[in-house]
């Protein structure tokens, strides 16, 4: 009997053309996604592809080390560089590496934490964001985890480096601009390494926080203005409002409040970026 006719199969060299034709097609097309968001990460050919005429935006994390009751030193650190990664393919924005060493203050007393002189810490965050000026960057999200002085240095640099590079820069202070998250999820004000901030660093790593060594003798709350002065401050938890704030370790708050302030952050960003883009601003 004659075997069915199933057809001539192609030898493989006949294919050669075909597949060749793919494969430049494949090249020519744009990738809809970087192969990482992270400039530590990323092919300097690859980001040249895309900064920046695919992209003009990055985020760039700062913090600092400094005691945070029963949570890790670097609290300031992580909570900024966990809200940008998580950010970042929304916005189309790439993730610098972060600046851990900040300008601490009163606790810098403490095991592991420190501060950086204020001119030192200032003339090298204004390198790092003119660094990323000159890499093409036009809007220079600057996500700050940390308070006290840093705030008004990072403030002064946005409008120095703004002016002089002709970039556009928001300063985001995560958990003062989402203070109002706080009351919503905890009712109540939070503080520094209180309800609202370990629980968001629950929410990055569980492990990072040892309820086990909570007591409430480690927390002493805020002083009013000008009634009195500490150094070392006398605690790592400082509620912001006396009898409130102390850390409740609830992990379906920590998921929920993560996520909204990944949210409201990720909105002030791209409404401001579109504010900018509006009234024709720095181009």
């Known amino acids: 009997m004659r075997a069915p006719n199933r057809g001539i199969r192609p030898r493989p060299a006949d294919l050669l053309p075909a597949l060749a034709f793919a494969a430049a097609v494949a090249a020519a097309a744009p990738a809809s996604e970087p192969t990482t968001r992270e400039l530590e990460r990323i092919n ?11 992209s003009q935006t990055v ?3 700062l913090g600092t080390l400094e005691p945070h009751g029963v949570t890790a030193n670097g609290a300031d650190i992580l909570a900024p560089v966990a809200i940008a990664r998580a950010i970042a393919p929304r916005l189309d924005a790439f993730v610098a590496p972060v600046v851990p060493y900040g300008f601490t203050g009163s606790l810098d007393a403490y095991a592991g934490a420190f501060t950086v002189p204020e ?9 790092v964001m003119v660094g990323l000026a000159r890499n093409g960057f036009r809007n220079l999200i600057l ?11 990072l403030g002064a640099l946005a409008q120095e480096v703004g002016r002089e590079q002709g970039v556009r820069v928001l300063v985001v202070n995560w958990w003062s601009y989402c203070a109002d998250l706080t009351r919503e999820v905890f009712g109540n004000e939070g503080g520094h390494a209180g309800d609202n901030e370990t629980a968001f660093m629950m929410a990055i790593d569980p492990a990072l926080v040892h309820a086990e060594r909570y007591t409430p003798d480690l927390a002493t709350a805020n002083p009013a203005p000008n009634t009195w002065i500490a150094y070392p401050h006398p605690s790592s938890i400082l509620p912001y ?6 850390p409740a370790f609830d992990p379906g708050k920590a998921r929920t409040y ?3 302030v990944n949210d409201k952050v990720a909105g002030l960003v791209a409404e401001t970026i579109r504010k900018w883009d509006l009234a024709g601003l720095q181009r």
Request: glycine share 14%; no cysteine; net charge positive.
């Open 241 to 246: 409002k006396e009898g409130e704030g102390y």
């Open 119 to 127: 001119d030192v810490y200032r003339a090298y965050v204004r390198s």
């Open 59 to 61: 985020l760039l994390p």
């Open 44 to 54: 300097w050919m690859e980001l040249r592809e895309w900064v920046p005429a695919r």
């Open 143 to 153: 996500v700050n985890g940390h308070g006290g002085g840093q705030t008004a240095v």
């Open 258 to 260: 993560f996520a909204r």
